[in-house]
């Protein structure tokens, strides 16, 4: 059992940064990819992130070259680095941990643990 817990949320103006954290504890194992997901209100649940365990990312394409997903290993630590903030990336963040190695479809069903999410509210 893997227990996942964000923080770093907050309110940031369009154009702002912020970085969420993720701390895992419980059963870590390194060989998992790891990701961020995201919902705004009204809408499905999307991927953000992924690292797989060889440390290859993959991110949604309206994030691509303002998000950046990193991971500590020896801190047991998930990080999503988020800079040129729009209105429309506001919704509520989660991270996640894998089934495999890989998660190239940044999809729902390629994650196993779950942590409760935080906030990001951008305004414009």
């Known amino acids: 059992q893997v227990r996942l817990v964000e923080s770093g949320g907050g309110s940031v103006q369009a154009g702002g940064s912020l970085r969420l954290s993720c701390a895992a504890s419980g059963s870590t194992n390194y060989g998992y990819c790891t990701g961020w997901f995201r919902q705004a209100p009204g809408k499905e649940r999307e991927g953000v992130a992924a690292i797989g365990a060889d440390g290859t990312t993959t991110y949604h394409g309206s994030v691509k070259g303002r998000f950046t997903a990193s991971r500590d290993n020896a801190k047991n630590m998930l990080y999503l680095r988020m800079s040129s903030l729009k209105p429309e990336d506001t919704a509520k963040y989660y991270c996640?941990?894998?089934?495999?190695?890989?998660?190239?479809?940044?999809?729902?069903?390629?994650?196993?643990?779950w942590g409760p999410g935080t906030q990001v509210d951008v305004s414009s």
């Open positions: 996640a941990v894998g089934k495999d190695k890989s998660c190239p479809q940044l999809a729902e069903s390629e994650f196993r643990y």
